[in-house]
């Protein structure tokens, strides 16, 4: 059984940068398994914010960046702001099948 | 724009068989993937499997037992059967449209359905 490890939770200052990071138990994370994130907030459904490891959607802030980062997919806000609180789920694709993070929450304090 | 709502009962009894449908509106489901994703309380979310519009699917290797994902492309919906359900399958159960292809980036989400499991 494939396991997706995200950081619990992290906290960060308002204008600050934090990198949430996404790991396969399988080995290193490559563009192969077109890591995607998503935002979530309280009583919301999920939205896509980084897609294809770095590729964003229309409504992505531009302070939100993707990358692979030591064998990791990773999920960059710089200049976080208040709004940015959330919980953030990072997807992986294997061939066929896909497995979720089990989630970051993201606390802007 | 493409709007997703997920519909079905809101509890099931243990043992018995969970049924949503999704209904895609504004929109054709033809040509892309369409997921199911479900969200138990307080916990992160768990892929179910996709079906393409052609009807192919691929499942969650741990329900891949229970479930049965199908599409019906002339009412635009697709739906989703999971038997001999638990207190383990409560959940909030979201459809989300994958895209053109399996790996496309889920761009379109239902707003989601809690399903409770109990007598």
């Known amino acids: 059984q494939t396991v997706v490890t995200q950081e619990p939770s992290l906290t960060v200052s308002p204008g600050g940068t934090v990198t949430l990071t996404c790991a396969s138990s399988t080995g290193a994370v490559t563009s192969g398994y077109y890591p995607t994130w998503f935002q979530q907030k309280p009583g919301q459904a999920p939205r896509t914010v980084i897609y294809?490891?770095?590729n964003k959607h229309s409504w992505t802030p531009a302070r939100f960046s993707g990358s692979l980062l030591g064998g990791k997919a990773a999920l960059t806000l710089s200049g976080v702001q208040p709004e940015d609180e959330a919980e953030y789920h990072c997807?992986?694709?294997?061939?066929?099948?896909?497995?979720f993070g089990g989630g970051t929450k993201l606390t802007v304090l | 724009q493409v709007q997703l709502q997920e519909s079905g009962p809101g509890l099931v009894k243990p043992s018995e068989t969970l049924s949503l449908t999704c209904t895609v509106s504004?929109?054709?489901?033809?040509?892309?993937?369409w997921s199911w994703i479900r969200q138990s309380p307080g916990k992160g979310l768990e892929w179910i499997g996709y079906?393409?519009?052609?009807?192919?699917?691929n499942y969650n290797p741990s329900l891949k037992s229970r479930i049965t994902i199908s599409v019906d492309t002339s009412k635009n919906q697709f739906s989703l059967k999971l038997n001999s359900v638990t207190a383990a399958d409560t959940a909030v159960y979201y459809c989300?449209?994958?895209?053109?292809?399996?790996?496309?980036?889920?761009?379109?989400w239902g707003q989601g359905t809690l399903v409770s499991v109990s007598s």
């Open positions: 294809s490891t770095n």
């Open positions: 504004g929109g054709s489901i033809s040509g892309y993937f």
């Open positions: 997807l992986l694709y294997f061939g066929g099948t896909v497995v």
């Open positions: 989300a449209r994958v895209g053109r292809y399996e790996y496309s980036p889920y761009d379109y």
């Open positions: 079906i393409y519009s052609s009807g192919s699917t």
